[in-house]
């Protein structure tokens, strides 16, 4: 009953996150896969529709296809399906992407392919926003298992966890001047790279309900984080 009331003060403070973590069975065979099919080219009609590979185009008239729906954005920026990811070679893949199929170098094409490059490079975009970042990586990774994250359902964190958040708001409630702000700063930023280093290991492991409970407890901070970015903008 505690731990209810201490969520219910935390809803109220607007300190509980939306969208954290349910439960349900696991299962990584639901994992977005690739299919088998080549649809033909919309253009010429020829075989080689959505293909793979950085084939993103036709090979017989080079016209720009419509974006692969069965590939997850791993294969996209050419990374492999795990949580830890170069981030360097993620970069550099977005800004190849980019220079192949942004809408700026098809404005003299045809309304097709203007289409299919807006959706393209959306797509890219999307992909590499939700990549680059521990939080939504994790819980992209969970989303290819099979485990769906509804939003506003409530996921269990120990009540020890839920008053060490609310300390640490009311910290920063507190806080005044740079110096105090730099220190909250340093602590959530020490706790995420700690919940990220235990994140990475569950994940290796293929222990996912334990990737749900860190993850869960990264976008608590990373509410804090919110917090304190608003904070420091100046009224």
Same mark, same amino acid.
């Given at each position: ?60 008239c080079r016209a720009l296809q419509p ?46 392919? =203007?289409?299919?490059?807006? *959706?393209?490079?959306?797509?890219? &975009?999307?992909?590499? %926003?939700?990549? !680059? ?78 990737? =749900?409970?860190?993850?869960? *407890?990264?976008?608590?901070?990373? &509410?804090?984080?919110? %917090?304190?970015? !608003? ?5």
């Open positions: 009953m505690w731990c209810g009331r201490t969520r219910a003060l935390l809803r109220m403070s607007g300190l509980w996150p939306t969208g954290v973590l349910g439960r349900r069975p696991l299962n990584c065979s639901a994992a977005s896969l690739a299919g088998s099919n080549s649809p033909r080219c919309w253009n010429c009609g020829g075989l080689g529709g959505p293909l793979r590979g950085d084939r993103f185009f036709c090979p017989q974006p692969d729906p069965t590939r997850d954005y791993f294969s996209l920026m050419d990374c492999n399906r795990s949580f830890r990811v170069d981030t360097a070679k993620l970069q550099h893949r977005y800004q190849q992407l980019q220079r192949l199929i942004h809408p700026d170098f098809f404005s003299q094409r045809s309304q097709t392919e =203007k289409d299919f490059s807006e *959706k393209h490079s959306t797509l890219v &975009n999307d992909a590499y %926003k939700t990549l !680059l970042a521990p939080l939504s990586r994790g819980l992209y990774l969970l989303k290819l298992c099979g485990i769906e994250i509804p939003e506003g359902t409530d996921y269990e964190v120990d009540s020890q966890f839920l008053m060490e958040i609310m300390e640490i708001n009311e910290k920063l409630a507190e806080a005044q001047g740079e110096t105090a702000m730099k220190e909250m700063e340093s602590i959530v930023r020490a706790k995420q790279k700690e919940l990220t280093d235990n994140v990475s290991r569950a994940f290796e492991r293929d222990d996912f309900e334990k990737a =749900k409970e860190l993850l869960t *407890k990264m976008r608590y901070f990373s &509410n804090v984080e919110e %917090k304190i970015k !608003l904070k420091k903008i100046p009224l």
